[in-house]
């Protein structure tokens, strides 16, 4: 059996280790620390922000990000339905009300379309949002241009959750700043990583005052231990702060491998009957945290399903697209927008999408390894475009 291939492992430089010495040797083994402020310091500047805090996952910069909007029980948010669980639990978390919203077939992500006529029905029921979660899916912007116009007029504030999307951007302007507020992971599995951790970025130095008061349990300014308000134990530990400067300096090396890792999947495959590779928008960088691609089952019959058990059986790890979050049990009730009205643009990504390994460290003989996989199972089932007009002209 050859060598286990991940979807997207965690990728050092080497130098990393050295930050955790440092830290031990200056015993700064704390949730607080130098490389914390240096971290947030470092990050904000290379996004182009003006203040960012350290916290220890995307989820809890996500649920702090409901916080500052003063989400409360009985309120509504509205977010993208196709991502992962963790853009949408702080809104349980707040005892709110998840509202989930289709994408579009152009970037896979929140549709525009979808957003007015929650809007437009949200008004007719006289409850409009507290704040709308736009997800950038697998490192591709949503149309923030026309989504921030939209929850401009309706003058409701936009959470961009760029967990997947750092060092991308859309029309110049990095990921996850250009909603209100930003949202980034350094989980594990992400294009830079701190083994755990996240990052709330925003111009509003409120909120930035407010989210370091929160994060760490919301201690008053007293003597002694004196709390008015309910805080959270949401820091980010010193080591691993000294992990992400680190990683934030390989940062562009990241994205360049993984954007190389996409090209290369793209002129193999992109030809085969029914792939659809997620295409990048017009004056957009992607960073293609993950390749991925749609199989429409019109044009070929083999299956996502088939395609991944084939991998795992080769020892690779590839995984469907995300589950759409208003089919999900756990949000069994929800509203949900579609794009069209008989047009479900996340359900149909779900049924035929693929996430393919798409890691920096990812080598070149590793990826043909993928694609021969891929192009095996094609031929195997005999389906190429040919074959299907074939069987066609004989019936
Ligand atoms: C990874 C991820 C998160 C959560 O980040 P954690 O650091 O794992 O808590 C949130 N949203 C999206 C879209 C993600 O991919």
């Given at each position: 059996m050859q060598s286990k291939i991940y979807l997207s492992p965690p990728h050092m430089s080497g130098r990393e280790e050295a930050m955790i010495q440092e830290a031990f040797m200056t015993n700064w083994i704390a949730p607080v620390g130098p490389h914390v402020d240096m971290f947030e310091k470092e990050f904000a500047d290379c996004i182009g922000v003006k203040d960012a805090v350290a916290v220890n996952s995307g989820t809890a910069a996500i649920h702090l990000a409901l916080l500052l909007l003063d989400v409360k029980r009985g309120d509504r948010v509205f977010c993208s339905?196709?991502?992962?669980v963790a853009s949408a639990n702080p809104i349980l978390y707040q005892g709110a009300e998840p509202v989930f919203i289709d994408s579009e077939p152009d970037s896979w992500n929140m549709s525009p379309r979808a957003l007015k006529k929650a809007f437009q029905e949200a008004v007719y029921e006289e409850k409009l949002p507290k704040a709308v979660i736009v997800v950038n899916l697998y490192g591709q912007s949503a149309k923030m241009d026309e989504i921030m116009s939209i929850c401009k007029q309706f003058n409701v504030p936009v959470i961009e959750d760029a967990a997947e999307s750092l060092g991308a951007t859309f029309h110049g302007k990095p990921s996850?700043?250009?909603?209100?507020i930003g949202c980034f992971s350094f989980n594990g599995n992400k294009i830079i990583t701190t083994s755990g951790g996240g990052m709330l970025i925003s111009n509003n130095p409120d909120f930035i005052k407010r989210t370091r008061f929160l994060a760490s349990?919301?201690?008053?300014?007293?003597?002694?231990?004196?709390?008015?308000t309910l805080g959270y134990n949401y820091g980010l530990s010193n080591l691993l702060a000294g992990v992400g400067r680190e990683q934030l300096k390989v940062l562009n090396d990241r994205m360049e491998a993984r954007r190389e890792i996409f090209n290369y999947y793209y002129n193999e495959?992109?030809?085969?009957?029914g792939v659809y590779f997620m295409r990048e928008l017009a004056n957009t960088q992607s960073n293609r945290w993950l390749t991925t691609f749609y199989l429409n089952d019109k044009e070929t019959n083999v299956t996502v399903n088939q395609l991944i058990k084939q991998l795992a059986d080769e020892n690779i790890e590839a995984r469907p697209v995300w589950k759409p979050l208003h089919l999900q049990p756990l949000f069994k009730g929800a509203k949900y927008y579609s794009h069209?009205?008989?047009?479900?643009i996340a359900e149909q990504l779900f049924s035929g999408g693929i996430c393919l390994p798409s890691g920096s460290n990812l080598t070149l003989s590793q990826q043909d390894r993928i694609i021969s996989c891929i192009r095996k199972v094609f031929k195997t089932s005999n389906t190429s475009r040919e074959y299907l007009v074939s069987v066609e002209n004989e019936l």
């Open positions: 339905t196709l991502t992962f996850g700043t250009i909603g209100d349990q919301a201690r008053d300014d007293a003597p002694h231990y004196q709390h008015s495959l992109s030809t085969l009957p069209g009205l008989n047009t479900h």
